[in-house]
């Protein structure tokens, strides 16, 4: 057995040149060792598969569903493409919560939202002699319409589930039988953030070429796997594809052969979403594995317009006619040329002519090899990468004024104020000959002349003048009479002379009118009105 890998140098350097964490590392690597329950040879931490698929047979030994398809189906443990065992648990369905129903509609059956107690079987343990399990999970049951007698194809396509399982396919947990109905259930784990076409709507302005590459990598490496084992999905759009928290495998395919219903005379009717579905196939000819890479020709479209193809139509009998006969969604300008290339490759009229799903992940992990996560002279260099590099400075430029416009919106236009212009609140004397003015006193029926025609300008902008027997007082004017503050408004265009004579008589008012003036006992008899002219309304932020 070669050991090259347990001796890497990956710590940092000492005074001497040998690695600081080496050792440690050693240490920290599993080892070759053997189990100690089976005694065969095993060199990682996982529990031993043999062991495992020896109790996991003795434990539904005795077991039977009352179903001979479905004890087959349970019972058989199955190896994986990974290097893994997998196996179908039977759940109790009271072991399950029901959280949501009517959690979505699936096109041969009810999806619903549920918590399974106890969750899928993690490893065996030998000291308690019981299995250790993951604990309260969410799940998601898809219950089969009319499945309580499953044909023979419904068995296979699970069994051919098992036979492809990968990280890029969603996991099938376990099978359970709702009581009530007789409905048997597919039970899976759960997406948290939903279906990819959800994903693009609500994420639309936060992906970059970057992200929308790695999305669809994972979709094709899933596609490539269901294609060499032999099969083909038949219904693939991105309503089929789920999207996890996890960055090394983000999406994921699902629905994989239970696209046919459980019933065998069903089973050649066509069946997808119509702009997905390969213009042969309509034609009724049989799926095969070109018929999906037309399909993954609209998710690269989808993914790459954040669109819904032909969102605009009904998806109904003209529009496949038209498809058949050579109609494709129209391609952005802004779309790179080389994707655009591709997407054009996989939805060729000819299915020989398209590339196979190999093929595309190949092209893709060549565009993100080049890009890297971070733009370089050699991504700015290559022309391909060079091309996505340019679309996500566009979109880049594009995010820029959207956030401006959306966060900084230009200032609304004020409407025209209905404040009144400081020269407009001086009305004008009549012209007064200065000889006559030294010759004549002031006549004081003159001044309460002009206090009528102007006194309802003094109390800056109100309507009427308070009452003489009120006790509130404005804070923009005491209670002056009339005919004097009229005069004192508007002294300042007369000539001092005048100035002089307004002012002693002023002064006279003002004594006497202080000595009868009554003061409030208490503060709260004083009223202060808000000045509704002094409120401005803030833009932006």
Known sequence: MHFTNFFTNTGKRGAKGRSCFSYLDILRRPMPH??????????DKLPCQPCIQERYQKNYENWTSGNEKIDKLVKHVRPSLINTILFLEWIPYEDLEIVNKDFANGGFGTISLATWLNGYVVRWNHHDKQWVRQGKMQVVLKTMNESDNISDDFIAELEAYFHCASRHLISYLGITQNPETKDYAIVMEYAENGDLRKYLQNNKDKLYWRRKLDILRNIVAGLEIIHVSGMTHRDLHTGNILQFKDLLYPSRITDLGLSKQASKEKTDKIIGVIPYIAPEVLNKKPYTAASDIYSFAMILWEVGTGEKPYASLSYNDELAHQIKNGRRPEIPKEIPECYANLIKDCWDIDPQK???????????????????????????????????????????????RYRAEKYNPPPK????????????????????????????PLDDNDNNEHADDNGKELQYGSNELPN????????????????????????????????????????????????NREVPDDDDDLSFSDDDDNKRELHGW
């Open 468 to 515: 003489n027997n009120s006790k509130e007082l404005s804070h923009d004017s005491r209670e002056i009479p009339d005919d004097i503050s009229e005069h004192q408004h508007d002294s300042k265009e007369l000539p001092d002379d005048i100035s002089i004579k307004l002012s002693d008589n002023i002064s006279k008012e003002l004594r006497n009118d202080d000595d």
């Open 34 to 43: 053997n189990c100690s329950k089976c005694n065969q040879c095993k060199i």
């Open 413 to 440: 236009p004020q409407e025209p104020s209905a404040e009144v212009d400081d020269n407009q609140d001086h009305r004008e004397l009549p012209d007064i000959d200065i000889d006559d003015i030294d010759d004549e």
């Open 354 to 400: 398209r590339p196979t799903a190999l093929d595309i992940k190949e092209k893709i992990m060549k565009w993100q090899s080049v890009l890297g996560w971070f733009p370089t002279e050699e991504s700015r260099k290559d022309v391909e990468a060079k091309q996505f590099e340019e679309a996500d400075d566009e979109k880049s430029k594009e995010d820029r």
